[in-house]
């Protein structure tokens, strides 16, 4: 089945400075790989996702990289702000006509923004 | 529209006990999926089902028993509870006939401890 690894599980990096978070999934059939966002005691928010036809897609200060040769997707904020202090999960999945869109997570990132 | 409802949001087990935990959505989506989220371990999925009457194990099934009987509804299980399941457990839900989003949407989660 499907495997996603996800690094690095902690990161620290300060107010305006760019961040990124890399996973890589095992199974090369997956075609949809979201990313959400948890803060402390909330539950995960989808804040990007992307699909397999598209290599990058931006949404103001985020955006995701695919890279489906290598099996390897990323997520990229730039500029950060204390309030993107939380967990971090990307996810993959195989979607489609008789797939069961059921999705397999990394480990998680935890990312804290020094003021 | 109150999206995904778990119920209950906390609860104290003892060893032995069981105990059913409900996940009710009212976007009319098709599939619905149990995870637990365990400090390090990111969400793993216990069991998930795409359709009413249906259900499919997931990564860590074992100790736990689902059931959709409604399209609306997803019950959880636990017949025997251990202290390994103390966890937080999140429901989700995504995918409307028709639709390419494929994004889920959470419950607010349930905090179980067994003790």
């Known amino acids: 089945g499907e495997n996603v690894e996800q690094h690095p599980s902690t990161l620290s990096v300060q107010e305006g400075d760019s961040a990124v978070i890399k996973c890589t999934y095992s199974d090369s059939a997956s075609n949809y790989f979201p990313w959400y966002k948890q803060e402390l005691g909330k539950r995960p928010q989808l804040i990007i996702d992307i699909r397999s036809n598209v290599g990058e897609k931006k949404d103001q200060r985020i955006a995701v990289t695919l890279n489906k040769t290598a099996k390897h997707f990323s997520l990229h904020i730039t500029e950060t702000q204390p309030e993107d202090s939380a967990v971090y999960f990307c996810?993959?999945?195989?979607?489609?006509?008789?797939?069961?869109?059921?999705?397999?997570f990394g480990q998680g990132t935890t990312l804290q923004v020094k003021p | 529209n109150a999206g995904v409802t778990q119920t209950p949001k906390f609860r104290v087990l003892k060893t032995g006990q069981s105990m059913t935990l409900l996940c009710a959505q009212d976007?009319?989506?098709?599939?619905m999926y149990w995870y637990r989220q365990d400090p390090g371990m990111g969400l793993r999925l216990i069991h998930y089902s795409v359709g009413e009457g249906t259900t499919a194990k997931g990564e860590v099934p074992d100790g736990y028993n689902v059931s959709r009987l409604k399209k609306q509804n997803f019950l959880l299980g636990l017949e025997s509870a251990a202290p390994s399941q103390t966890s937080v457990y999140f429901c989700a839900s995504s995918i409307s006939r028709g639709s390419v989003d494929y994004g889920y949407t959470f419950g607010s989660g349930t905090r179980l401890t067994v003790v």
């Open positions: 976007m009319n989506h098709e599939y």
């Open positions: 996810a993959a999945s195989i979607t489609g006509s008789g797939n069961t869109g059921k999705l397999i």
